[in-house]
């Protein structure tokens, strides 16, 4: 039973005239009785009975009309949703960011969803040492991290630049604006996360703090941007972050901003090129316009 005969049987269900039915079908009516013989041949029963006046349904004539149209309905939409799989439109995309990036990557999350409501999103928040390992085993999809990184197999797509902040507690009233010489943040606590879990970032926060010309007093490691925030809020330390990482935090914090610093943090969108997912290529071209 294929869904060209049942859609015939349907129509003639409907119509009980083979005249009427071939019609409505755009069919001889030869082709049209053939198919419903078929059909009856195959499930052994008979459809309809036939006079030379009327066709009227058999029992089983009847369950199957009722049945027809689910069936045809279902089949229907299994070839659109096949179709949407295929080029994407409908899926799984598996998404990995890096905490501090989340309010500049959900506008981006937000616009794709609206365009293809059939997607859905599996959202995990890990560090980029985690996100490079988990994209070279095929274990998520895209990432959102900050660059630069040092990998080999994986496209980058930059799709942010920020500058970097120094921040500290309240309690700490100095003002870097009418300063030249910063020798002297030698001397507080520094706050920053262990280089292998984001050796690009690290590295330009250690460049920052040489070209300013103080050298750190790192005093405690700690894996999240969000969590140093809130460190420093307690005046455990101060800190240099990418300015979005003081986003949706809420902390007292004092924000220096370092404008006469040309490093910036790059966040970017880095994916396996050899991913077969439709839908991270739909997303690609349609967010990335790659």
Do not use: W
């Amino acid at each position: 039973m294929n869904s060209n005969s049942l859609h015939y049987f349907n129509v003639l269900a409907e119509e009980l005239h083979f005249s009427k039915a071939a019609q409505k079908l755009h069919i001889t009516q030869p082709p049209l009785s053939r198919a419903i013989r078929q059909l009856e041949e195959e499930l052994d029963v008979r459809l309809f009975e036939r006079n030379q006046r009327n066709v009227m349904l058999t029992p089983a004539g009847e369950y199957l009309k009722k049945k027809a149209d689910f069936i045809l309905q279902n089949i229907l939409e299994a070839k659109k949703e096949v179709k949407r799989i295929a080029t994407g439109a409908s899926g799984i995309l598996q998404i990995a960011y890096v905490g501090s990036v989340f309010p500049l990557i959900l506008p981006i999350l937000k616009d794709f969803t609206q365009h293809y409501q059939n997607v859905h999103l599996r959202l995990s928040q890990y560090t980029v040492y985690e996100q490079i390992k988990m994209l070279k085993k095929g274990e998520i999809d895209i990432a959102f991290l900050r660059t630069p990184i040092h990998t080999e197999d994986l496209h980058l797509c930059e799709i942010y630049r920020e500058s970097f902040v120094l921040i500290t507690s309240d309690q700490n009233q100095f003002d870097l604006s009418d300063k030249s010489d910063f020798s002297f943040l030698s001397k507080y606590p520094f706050i920053l996360f262990p280089q292998y879990l984001a050796s690009g970032l690290y590295e330009q926060i250690i460049t920052i703090c040489n070209t300013m010309g103080f050298s750190l007093n790192i005093v405690h490691d700690v894996y999240q941007l969000d969590a140093i925030v809130r460190m420093v809020e307690l005046d455990m330390g101060i800190a240099i972050l990418p300015k979005s990482a003081l986003l949706g935090t809420a902390a007292k914090v004092r924000v220096h901003e370092l404008n006469l610093i040309k490093q910036q943090s790059v966040i970017s969108a880095c994916y396996h090129p050899e991913n077969a997912n439709p839908v991270l290529h739909r997303f690609i071209q349609s967010k990335l316009k790659l």
